[in-house]
Every structure is written in structure tokens, then in C-alpha cells.
């Protein structure tokens, strides 16, 4: 097995695994991003190449129609797309969002999944990058898409 070049990635292989390492792990992200854990997220998977995240449909992200609340489902996508950059971005670059284009294709009334794919990155470039975002519900429905936009630099 490869070694994992983020931290996040390097605790991932070892408790991610489990499922009590998986709750640790989404933990362990809400208490470095505490506004994350309004969503109370679960990961199931965690690559260089992919991040599925998931979120329950509870009262606190829905909306008055009763479905999940877009801006709850653009913080998932917003979780999953930083957290694949934490772990499929080259340690001499950083990131930072700089915008997001969200699309809310059909209500979303279940538990939701997230999967963010690692876009082709140059080491050493400056640039905008698209990390683009399909939201399924449980029956495997699309209900959003989404491409955040992250700002790529050297680190100094």
C-alpha cells in the first residue's frame, strides 16, 4: 500500500476500515470544521481519486416543503470536495474554495450521497480548478449537481 501523503488520508487507512472509525473520522473532521457538523456527515469512502460522503435527512436541514434544504446539500458538497483535496492534493500546493455552481435537479427527500472526483492538477500552477459533485439519494436519483471551484497555489 502507498504511503498516505495527508494526514487526513494517513488516519483514513487505519480507521476507515470500521465502522466506528468512520463516525471517528467524520468527527474528527467537524471538530477541525465545526460548521460541517450542522450536516452530521458520514464517510464511506476516502481516496486521492474520490470522496463519498453521506448526510440523513433529519428536521434540522430541511426546509418548509419538508426535503432537504439546497444550502445543507451545498455544505456536503462543499465537505466532499475539501476533504478530496486534503487527500489527493500534492503537499507542495494549497487549496481554498472560491466559488461554487450548484444545480438542485429534484427534491431530495432521503439520505444523501456525495461523490467528489479529483480533476487534473498541475504542481507549481496557479489556478482555478473545477472539483465537480453528483448528490444521489438513496434510491440512486441525482438530485444536485455542483462544481466548487478551488483556488490552487505553490505553498511557499
Not at 460541517?36 to 435527512?57: G, H, N
Not at 487549496?95 to 439520505?111: D, L, V
Not at 450521497?113 to 498541475?122: D, F, G, Q, R, S
Request: glycine share 6%.
Amino acid at each position: 500500500m502507498m504511503e498516505a501523503k495527508s494526514l487526513p488520508l494517513k488516519y483514513w487507512n487505519k480507521i476507515g476500515h470500521y465502522r466506528l472509525g468512520r463516525w471517528c473520522f467524520a468527527k474528527l473532521i467537524c471538530w477541525r470544521v465545526p460548521y460541517f457538523s450542522s450536516i452530521s456527515p458520514s464517510f464511506l469512502t476516502y481516496s486521492e481519486a474520490s470522496v463519498k460522503v453521506s448526510m440523513r435527512k433529519k428536521r434540522g436541514v430541511t426546509n418548509h416543503l419538508g426535503t432537504i434544504h439546497v444550502i445543507a446539500i451545498a455544505n456536503l458538497c462543499e465537505l466532499a470536495a475539501g476533504t478530496l483535496m486534503e487527500a489527493g492534493l500534492m503537499a507542495s500546493m494549497r487549496w481554498i474554495p472560491k466559488g461554487m455552481n450548484i444545480n438542485y435537479i429534484k427534491k431530495a427527500n432521503t439520505t444523501l450521497i456525495a461523490t467528489a472526483m479529483m480533476p487534473e492538477v498541475v504542481e507549481g500552477q496557479i489556478a482555478d480548478i473545477i472539483v465537480p459533485v453528483s448528490v444521489l439519494d438513496s434510491n440512486g436519483v441525482e438530485v444536485v449537481q455542483a462544481d466548487i471551484i478551488m483556488y490552487l497555489t505553490p505553498k511557499r
